[in-house]
């Protein structure tokens, strides 16, 4: 992200969704915290709270895109493809590569690695596929609205 591109209203806008996800990431924790106190446990421990993290990850990005508070005014058109192409390139290797060292390490158990790694990987590709499509929605939306 290019800070040094976002005007005044973009930068206070970018802070304010900050706030404000972080506040619903806080209570969420907060209210996952205590219903495991009263016993109630939707996910095993660390699944839970990279779950409500990934979400309102999501939320933030998404939001900040929707508010165009994402990245700044740019005086040429450009087109994206091969750097979103690329990047998603990346973090799927990156993936790979983690779940191939985390099944070699010796302090799992690599049938439980294996048990997890199509279902993280195929949430981890979802999950991605989704804000870039929610992206490009919100932009060509915003692109329609700009020209009228």
Known sequence: M???????MQVQRKNKIGNQTFLMLLY??????????FGFRWVSYP?????????????????????NAYVGP???KEK????????MGLAVMVSVAIL???KNASFSNSSRIDE????????TAG????IAVTTIIINRFQNKKDED
Do not use: C, Q, W
Request: aromatic content about 8%.
């Open 2 to 8: 290019n800070k040094k591109g976002l005007d005044e």
């Open 28 to 37: 969420m924790l907060m209210l996952d915290v205590g219903l495991h106190g």
């Open 47 to 67: 699944a839970n709270v990279m779950i409500v993290l990934t979400i309102f990850s999501g939320i933030y990005v998404v939001r900040l895109i929707s508010a």
């Open 74 to 76: 740019s005086s040429e």
């Open 80 to 87: 994206p493809f091969l750097k979103v192409f690329l990047t």
């Open 100 to 102: 191939v060292l985390v």
């Open 116 to 123: 997890m790694a199509a279902p993280m990987l195929f949430i």
């Open 127 to 130: 999950v991605a596929i989704v």
